[in-house]
């Protein structure tokens, strides 16, 4: 009876999911744990002086982990999903607000929760339920004819801003702003409304800048160095954007590439750049091209939702993906100001890859046809 039960769930599943959206995330994840064995191997062994598989093992974990996140989220039935949402939120929120108090400090930075066998960085865990709770706001029956919704959905950003500007993370405050942004303009605010609300935020930050310069000038610095090489160390972002220059079209060839021993954070910030120099720019240019089309898959498949929540949740997670997607290789193309931006599925570390993964699994478990589901 239970092994009956067991194959009707997996049928069914198979039947309702999408297939290709599903085998993309699978392919990216597979290129994660290639690359990672690629880029981590000479780290661990000569500069660590750990064992070769050192980071390459966990990163196994991690993604073998990820991976069930993402199937147990997208076989868990869209109703309970939806009621879900706000309960995630609420605890990777307060897991967020916890980091200020209890978090691990590392180079600077106060963004980790020493969580037994790993580090925890919340903000990759509450970035997909942030967007889905932002859209629970913009479509609460009883804020449908006012405008106190997008107000409310204002302060939830603002909330989690301030934390994040506290531990200092530009780049995430940047790509949860850029986000909220287009999550709100889809679900059909007026341009007055947001640039009112861009208004305030940067009057906010500006008086940050002024009022506590010795934790906030980081920020003037990145950007001063980025317009004007010569008042700054740029020497990350030049390594990775010559590492790319080097590999080409075709790449150095595996292991061959230098970057990954120069840059220390070349296995998470800049992946894309170690894989253009080992593997050529034409092979970043096909692992940009997945992202796309599961973004376009995503936006393909707003067309049949009948749902507003649904509609705006893909189209916010679609831009979610993409913006951090396009971040990264700004930035390892010199094109945007250093963030400490990691790639989706292909970055290494854990709390990115079930950040990821629940990502992937809201996706898949949204995207479900669902003329199958009560057959």
């Keep these: 009876m239970l092994e009956n039960s067991v194959k009707f769930i997996l049928i069914n599943y198979w039947r309702t999911i999408d297939k290709?959206?599903?085998?993309?995330?699978?392919?990216?994840?597979?290129?994660?744990?290639?690359?990672?064995?690629?880029?981590?191997?000479?780290?661990?062994?000569?500069?660590?002086?750990?064992?070769?598989?050192?980071?390459?093992?966990?990163?196994?974990?991690?993604?073998?982990?990820?991976?069930?996140?993402?199937?147990?989220?997208?076989?868990?039935?869209?109703?309970?999903?939806?009621?879900?949402?706000?309960?995630?939120?609420?605890?990777?929120?307060?897991?967020?607000?916890?980091?200020?108090?209890?978090?691990?400090?590392?180079?600077?930075?106060?963004?980790?929760?020493?969580?037994?066998?790993?580090?925890?960085?919340?903000?990759?865990?509450?970035?997909?339920?942030?967007?889905?709770?932002?859209?629970?706001?913009?479509?609460?029956?009883?804020?449908?004819?006012?405008?106190?919704?997008?107000?409310?959905?204002?302060?939830?950003?603002?909330?989690?801003?301030?934390?994040?500007?506290?531990?200092?993370?530009?780049?995430?405050?940047?790509?949860?702003?850029?986000?909220?942004?287009?999550?709100?303009?889809?679900?059909?605010?007026?341009?007055?409304?947001?640039?009112?609300?861009?208004?305030?935020?940067?009057?906010?930050?500006?008086?940050?800048?002024?009022?506590?310069?010795?934790?906030?000038?980081?920020?003037?610095?990145?950007?001063?160095?980025?317009f004007d090489p010569s008042q700054g160390d740029k020497f990350q972002s030049s390594s990775a954007l010559d590492a790319i220059k080097l590999g080409g079209l075709t790449g150095q060839g595996m292991g061959e590439g230098i970057l990954k021993e120069s840059v220390p954070e070349a296995h998470t910030d800049y992946v894309i750049a170690v894989i253009s120099e080992e593997y050529g720019s034409i092979v970043s240019i096909m692992i940009l091209l997945i992202f796309l089309y599961i973004s376009f898959r995503i936006i393909k498949n707003c067309f049949n939702q009948d749902s507003q929540f649904f509609k705006i949740s893909l189209s916010g997670l679609a831009t979610l993906l993409i913006i951090q997607t396009f971040i990264h290789a700004g930035v390892n193309t010199n094109l945007l100001p250093s963030t400490g931006m990691t790639l989706p599925f292909l970055s290494y570390g854990g709390s990115s890859l079930i950040g990821s993964a629940i990502l992937a699994g809201l996706v898949l478990n949204y995207t479900k046809n669902k003329s199958y589901l009560y057959d």
């Excluded at 070769?52 to 989220?73: D, E, G």
């Excluded at 995430?172 to 305030?200: D, N």
């Design 20 to 226: 290709k959206i599903f085998f993309c995330f699978f392919i990216l994840f597979f290129l994660g744990l290639f690359f990672s064995f690629s880029s981590t191997s000479s780290l661990a062994g000569e500069r660590l002086n750990k064992d070769y598989y050192f980071f390459f093992s966990k990163h196994f974990f991690y993604t073998f982990l990820a991976i069930s996140v993402m199937i147990i989220i997208s076989v868990i039935k869209t109703e309970l999903l939806v009621k879900l949402v706000m309960p995630m939120f609420v605890i990777s929120f307060i897991f967020l607000a916890l980091v200020p108090i209890i978090g691990v400090e590392v180079k600077g930075a106060k963004r980790w929760l020493d969580v037994y066998f790993f580090r925890l960085q919340p903000i990759e865990i509450l970035k997909p339920f942030f967007i889905l709770m932002t859209v629970k706001i913009l479509t609460f029956k009883n804020f449908q004819s006012s405008q106190l919704k997008y107000v409310l959905s204002f302060i939830l950003l603002s909330s989690v801003i301030i934390l994040l500007i506290d531990q200092p993370d530009l780049g995430q405050s940047i790509l949860l702003i850029i986000s909220w942004a287009a999550t709100v303009f889809i679900s059909g605010v007026s341009l007055i409304y947001l640039f009112t609300f861009f208004s305030l935020f940067l009057i906010f930050l500006g008086s940050l800048l002024f009022l506590l310069p010795e934790k906030f000038g980081y920020i003037i610095n990145r950007l001063i160095t980025f």
